[in-house]
T-cell receptor
Framework: QQPVQSPQAVILREGEDAVINCSSS?????VHWYRQKHGEAPVFLMI?????EQKGHDKISASFNEKKQQSSLYLTASQLSYSGTYFC???????????FGTGTRLTVIP | EAQVTQNPRYLITVTGKKLTVTCSQN?????MSWYRQDPGLGLRQIYY???????DKGDVPEGYKVSRKEKRNFPLILESPSPNQTSLYFC???????????FGPGTRLLVL
């Protein structure tokens, strides 16, 4: 039930854009996005509930396509501070826990 | 300051020697979880608790025990640790499953 994230890793130059995808084989109730910097704990970015809403957090936004059971995280005009590993966590109807993906390692270089 | 604390942060032990990793939160959260993080495998949930005295298995519960006797504390117990339990462990808490999860700083465990 673990969602699949793609790509596994990506390297960007400052100012470039990136998209991270999260796909589930199960119907989803919500998708959570977290970022983990090296040596630190994961930190919450945003939650998306079913309904296809798009949320934003500074220059980081996300969408949720309930029918496709997918979510995408959009990072625009990337900054050095965006570097880290991004995890999606999926909530399945009827389950009482989140299933996290294996993560996408994002590296932003000057 | 709202936070989740874990102790110890680092631990080296030997196979079979019982250990406990403590987790405490000061946000009055109902929901608490334990995760392990291994390279290439992401965050995998070990156990979770929806409230005091209510706990349930996550994805990888084998070899672990938990208890939730008080709302703020959720210790992780390894009765007989084995080398395959060498990992980075995170405790997390939230108001409920749909809420923001606050992670503790992590406990790095090495079992020899």
């Amino acid at each position: 039930q673990q969602p699949v994230q793609s790509p596994q890793a990506v390297i960007l130059r400052e100012g470039e854009d990136a998209v991270i995808n999260c796909s589930s084989s199960k119907a989803l109730y919500s998708v959570h996005w977290y970022r983990q910097k090296h040596g630190e704990a994961p930190v919450f970015l945003m939650i998306l509930l079913k309904g296809g809403e798009q949320k934003g957090h500074d220059k980081i936004s996300a969408s949720f396509n309930e029918k496709k059971q997918q979510s995408s995280l959009y990072l625009t005009a990337s900054q050095l501070s965006y570097s880290g590993t991004y995890f999606c966590g999926t909530e399945i109807p009827g389950a009482n826990n989140l299933f996290f993906g294996t993560g996408t390692r994002l590296t932003v270089i000057p | 300051e709202a936070q989740v604390t874990q102790n110890p942060r680092y631990l080296i032990t030997v196979t079979g020697k019982k250990l406990t990793v403590t987790c405490s939160q000061n946000m009055n959260h109902e929901y608490m979880s334990w995760y392990r993080q291994d390279p290439g495998l992401g965050l995998r949930q070990i156990y979770y608790s929806m409230n005091v005295e209510v706990t349930d298995k996550g994805d990888v519960p084998e070899g672990y025990k938990v208890s939730r006797k008080e709302k703020r504390n959720f210790p992780l117990i390894l009765e007989s640790p084995s080398p395959n339990q060498t990992s980075l462990y995170f405790c997390a808490s939230s108001f409920d499953l749909a809420g923001t999860q606050y992670f503790g700083p992590g406990t790095r465990l090495l079992v020899l």
